[in-house]
Nanobody, 122 residues
Framework: VQLQASGGGLVQAGDSLRLTCAAS????????MGWFRQAVGKEREFVAT????????YYADSVKGRFTISRDNAKNTVYLQMNNLKPEDTAVYYC????????????????WGQGTQVTVSS
């Protein structure tokens, strides 16, 4: 699976952005999908994840209630809707795919996109 993330940009605090991750290949629907982020000087951290058929999602506490992960298996695409953005959300955002069971463990994800920069000004 090859992943291509897009949709990042420079926004002000309180604004919204929708990130898109397009996947190649016919096995997208067989993968759990996740979003992670990495701020400058910090380790990459979990943001959100979604099961293969979208019946379950899980979020980091820092984004719960503001971010929504979704997927469209017909389009081989996973989304991250980010509302009420805060300066602390500034980071490079990565999408990732997992063949196994849903997890927040970054080391378990098998495929990674190249990342898209999100910058939130105060």
């Amino acid at each position: 699976v090859q992943l291509q993330a897009s949709g990042g940009g420079l926004v002000q605090a309180g604004d919204s952005l929708r990130l898109t991750c397009a996947a190649s290949g016919s096995t997208f629907s067989r993968h759990v999908m996740g979003w992670f982020r990495q701020a400058v000087g910090k380790e990459r951290e979990f943001v959100a994840t979604i099961t293969r058929n979208s019946d379950w999602t899980y979020y980091a506490d820092s984004v719960k209630g503001r971010f929504t992960i979704s997927r469209d298996n017909a389009k081989n695409t996973v989304y991250l809707q980010m509302n009420n953005l805060k300066p602390e959300d500034t980071a490079v955002y990565y999408c990732a795919a997992l063949r196994g069971q849903l997890t927040t463990n970054i080391k378990s994800y098998d495929y990674w996109g190249q990342g898209t920069q999100v910058t939130v000004s105060s």
